[in-house]
C-alpha cells in the first residue's frame, strides 16, 4: 500500500523546475540549432515550435499552481484541527473541491482555506499557524526566526495572488487539456464592419494563443499574450512553494536520521519581482451574440 511515507519521499519537489529549465534552454537558442534539434519532423516551422515552447511554459506555469492548491487544500487540518500529514494520500486521492473552496476564500466568505489563519498545536506542545505548519513543519526558535516569520507572511500572500491567477485562467487550463478548443497561433485579429467588410480594427497577437468559451447567447474569443519569462519566474516560485511543502515533511518522516534540512526563505518583495510584466499586451477579449436562428 502507497503510503505518506513513499509519496513525500519520491514525490518529484523540481518537477515543474526540470520542465522550464528545458523550455528555457530550447527558447535560447537561434532557429538553425531549433531546426537541428527537431530533426525530422513533418512540415517543420520554427516559428511554431517557439510558439509551443511559450504555450508549454504557460501550461506548465498553471499545472504548477493547481499542484500547489492540490496540496495545500489536502494538507488543510480538519474540523477538529487534527493534522492530515500522515493521510496525504488518501486527501490527494478525494474528488478535488479546491476551486470552489478558493472561490469562497477569494471572494471573502467562509471556506476551508480560512483554516490558514488558525493555529494549531503539534510536536512537543509547539504552537504556529495552519500557513507556517504548511511551509515550516516543526522549524521552531531558528536563528533565522525572523526570515521565517517574514516567509510565512509572504506565502499569505503568494496564496492570495497565486489563487486570483488559477482562478481567472481555469478556462485556459481547460483549453490546454483538451487541445481541440484551442487555437493557438492566430497572428491578427481584424474587426470589420459587417455591412461593407471595411477594416475598423486589426491587431497583431502572433505571440499570442487564443481559446474559445460560449453559454447560451455570446461565444467569447480570448487571446493572451505569451509572457514566457514572467511564467518561468513564477513557476519557480511556486515550485519553491511546493519544495518547502515536501521537504519539510520528507524530512520528518523519511530520512530525519540525517538530522539537516534545506528549507526557502523568502523576502517580502519576491513575488514582486516575480510578477514584473515583460509584455505590453495582457488579455483581448471579443464577444460574439449567438443567433440561435441561424444553422
Known amino acids: 500500500m502507497y503510503t505518506h511515507k513513499e509519496f513525500y519521499k519520491n514525490f518529484q519537489v523540481n518537477y515543474f523546475d526540470y520542465k522550464q529549465c528545458s523550455n528555457e534552454h ?7 540549432k531549433l531546426a537541428s534539434i527537431a530533426g525530422q519532423l513533418i512540415d517543420y516551422d520554427a516559428k511554431a515550435f517557439r510558439l509551443a515552447l511559450k504555450m508549454d511554459v504557460r501550461m506548465t506555469y498553471l499545472l504548477s499552481i493547481d499542484t500547489l492548491f492540490e496540496l495545500i487544500y489536502a494538507l488543510l487540518p480538519d474540523k477538529k484541527l487534527q493534522l492530515m500529514d500522515k493521510k496525504i494520500v488518501e486527501q490527494l486521492n ?54 521565517i516569520q517574514e516567509s510565512v507572511i509572504a506565502y499569505g500572500e503568494a496564496i492570495k495572488f497565486f489563487g486570483k491567477e488559477i482562478l481567472e485562467s481555469r478556462d485556459e487550463l481547460n483549453s490546454f487539456k483538451h487541445g481541440l478548443r484551442l487555437i493557438p497561433f492566430i497572428k491578427e485579429l481584424h474587426i ?21 468559451t460560449s453559454n447560451k447567447t455570446i ?44 528549507m526557502m526563505a523568502i523576502t517580502k518583495d519576491a513575488l514582486g519581482h516575480a510578477k514584473k510584466n515583460n509584455v505590453n499586451t495582457g488579455l483581448i477579449k471579443i464577444n460574439f451574440p449567438i443567433d440561435n436562428n441561424f444553422d
Open 192 to 212: 470589420a464592419d459587417q455591412e461593407n467588410r471595411s477594416n475598423k480594427l486589426s491587431i497583431k497577437v502572433e505571440e499570442s494563443l487564443s481559446f474559445q
Open 219 to 262: 461565444k467569447t474569443l480570448h487571446t493572451k499574450s505569451l509572457d514566457y519569462k514572467r511564467d518561468l519566474s513564477l513557476t519557480y516560485f511556486v515550485s519553491n512553494m511546493i519544495y518547502n511543502i515536501i521537504t519539510s515533511r520528507r524530512y520528518k518522516y523519511v530520512d530525519n536520521s540525517k538530522g539537516l534540512v534545506s
Open 26 to 32: 530550447l527558447l535560447s537558442l537561434d532557429y538553425e
Open 94 to 147: 478525494r474528488k478535488n473541491q479546491y476551486v470552489f473552496e478558493l472561490i469562497k476564500y477569494m471572494d471573502g466568505k467562509p471556506s476551508n482555506f480560512r483554516k490558514l489563519l488558525d493555529t494549531i498545536i503539534y510536536t512537543n506542545d509547539k504552537s504556529s499557524s495552519v500557513m507556517r505548519y504548511l511551509f515550516y513543519l516543526g522549524i521552531f526558535e531558528t536563528e533565522h526566526e525572523d526570515k
